[in-house]
Each structure stands twice: as C-alpha cells, then as structure tokens.
C-alpha cells in the first residue's frame, strides 16, 4: 500500500522544455514537501506547502514552481530545465512538521 | 557550507558486528534529529530520532547516541544483518516539530552501509 507516490519514477526532458512531476498521497497529511538531491548530495529542501500556505525557500530558482490543487495532490513544475536539474527530486508529507514520509522519487535527466 | 555532516561516504561491517555511523552538525539551533535508511530506487524511510534533551535512544537493534557539547551524533545498529544494507542519511531540525518545522529537514549527504556475510 503504496503511502506516498511520485510519478513517473524516471522522466527525461530536453533542456529548456517544461516539465512537471507529480506527486500523490493517501496519508491525509497537510504538509508536503519537495526536495532535490543531486548526485552523492544531500537532499535540499526547494519547498513546501502547509495546508494552502506555500512556503519557498529563500534560494530554490524561480525556474521551480509548485501547485497544490488539494490535499493529496502536489505537483513540481520546472519551467526551463537546465543541465543542472538534472537530479532525483523527492516528495515528502507529514502531519503539522511530525516525522516526514517520503516517496520514491522521481529521477530527471537534462538532455 | 554544510551544516550536517557525515563524513564517511561508506562503511563496510561484518554481519553480526556492530555498525556505527557518525553525524556532526555545525548549526547550535538544530535541537532534534534523525535517521533516514534508504534503499535503492526507494525514498528515505524513517528509521530513529532523538531530541536534543535526550543523549540517548533505543529501537531494538537501532540506537542513537547524541553528544550535544560535541556538536555529534552517532547510530548504532547491533547486531548488523544484511539487510541493513542500504545508504543512511542523518538530518537535523530547528524548528518545533520533528519534521522540521517551516524550515523542513537538513539532511547530511549519507552514509553507504555494507554488511559483509
């Protein structure tokens, strides 16, 4: 029973196409998260919705957008990608800031 | 500059040994932490936590050890099995709440754990 999903697990864009990752939860939990880990990096926080209330984080690119259309639903959009998104981005949800569930990931590729 | 550090990229144990894995943090705010076990092709799972009015905590095999002066936390898995084979992220948090409040989780780079039959 699959808690937190991110699809598609591996999604390959051109440089400077938009793309957009999805992610789904049957948790009910009103924070979710996205992360971006680089290779052989620690996951960076890019941002995170508590409830409606979006919160950014004060150096995640502009080129980064995130919607939340409702509870289980939140989706990361990359307007322009770059060479250097190329990375696993990582959704993660929790109750009010309580331990976080995170999904499988989705691995991005630049080319 | 990072404010979690683990600084062994892997670790390599002996089944049934002791594995001990290290975390030091810089940011003196941070006042809970965690243990993250991931798998490849999976997302981090949660596997420990300890707050920072605790130097001590204990799962079964899993214990965490926090040395606050020192700015340093280690996990303890006895007796290491092969499945405990995995990469193991320390993160730490500032903010009330163990998830990390509004500022969200920092996570160290991880620690590749391999268990030797």
């Known amino acids: 029973d699959a808690m937190v999903i991110q699809n598609p697990r591996y999604q390959v864009t051109q440089f400077g196409k938009p793309v957009t990752l999805s992610c789904s939860q049957t948790?009910?939990?009103?924070?979710m998260y996205w992360y971006q880990q680089k290779s052989s990096q620690a996951p960076k926080l890019l941002f995170h919705y508590y409830d409606k209330d979006f919160n950014n984080e004060a150096d995640t690119p502009d080129n980064f957008q995130s919607r939340r259309p409702n509870t289980s639903f939140c989706f990361l959009d990359i307007r322009s990608p770059g060479l250097g998104d190329a990375a696993m981005y990582l959704c993660a949800t929790s109750r009010d800031f309580s331990e976080q569930y995170f999904g499988p990931g989705t691995r991005l590729t630049v080319t | 500059d990072q404010q979690v550090k683990q600084n062994s990229p892997s670790l390599s144990v002996q089944e049934g040994r002791i594995s001990i894995l290290n975390c030091d943090y810089t940011?003196?705010?941070?006042?809970?932490f965690l243990w993250y076990k991931k798998y490849p092709a999976e997302g981090p799972t949660f596997l420990i936590s300890i707050s920072s009015i605790k130097d001590k905590n204990e799962d079964g095999r899993f214990t965490v050890f926090l040395n606050k002066s020192a700015k340093h936390l280690s996990l303890h898995i006895v007796p290491s099995q092969p499945g405990d084979s995995a990469v193991y992220f320390c993160?730490?948090?500032?903010?009330?709440?163990?998830?990390?409040?509004?500022?969200?989780?920092?996570f160290g780079k991880g620690t590749h754990l391999i268990i030797q039959p």
């Open positions: 993160a730490a948090s500032g903010s009330t709440g163990s998830g990390g409040g509004a500022d969200g989780l920092t």
């Open positions: 948790l009910n939990h009103n924070v």
């Open positions: 940011n003196s705010m941070f006042d809970y």
